[in-house]
């Protein structure tokens, strides 16, 4: 989310709703997660800053922002949702997520914003179901998982 437009918070809002609605799961948005983590233990600091003036502060807030997305994913994720694109390659917590995610079992439904071949073989490997877009990842969820 580092490198995406609006930190990936539209199609997570989206898809967030969505689970709420229709299928009456919760959600852990990991952009609403740091904004409310950032804001309570650090009101007021730009993080992305840090990274450039403070790199030692940068490297802990990041370290306890990671502890934070892993321990949801751990403890009370039943599957995991990625949207991966351009801006998912770039960064790196989206395969550390998918990579904790797979090694717990947990399903991964992956959402394709490029090319297969552009994705990489790691990325695909903790992947359970590829979806070409959020409507067919849709359909599986209500079929999957509607009452």
């Not at 609605?21 to 852990?28: M, P």
């Not at 599957?79 to 797979?102: H, M």
Request: net charge negative; proline share 3%; aromatic share 12%.
């Amino acid at each position: 989310m580092e490198y995406a437009a609006n930190y990936g918070a539209d199609w997570r809002k989206e898809i967030e709703t969505w689970l709420r609605n229709e299928l009456n799961h919760d959600a852990f948005n990991p952009v609403r997660a740091s904004e409310e983590f950032l804001g309570s233990q650090y009101p007021g600091l730009d993080f992305r800053e840090t990274k450039l003036n403070d790199f030692e502060m940068h490297k802990e807030i990041a370290r306890e922002i990671v502890r934070l997305d892993s321990r949801e994913i751990i403890l009370r994720s039943d599957y995991v949702i990625c949207y991966y694109d351009e801006s998912a390659q770039r960064g790196a917590g989206t395969k550390g997520e998918l990579t904790v995610a797979a090694l717990l079992g947990k399903p991964v439904y992956f959402v394709r914003g490029m090319e297969i071949a552009d994705i990489p073989s790691w990325v695909i490997g903790c992947a359970d179901h590829i979806f070409d877009d959020f409507d067919q990842l849709k359909k599986f969820l209500s079929e999957k998982y509607s009452d």
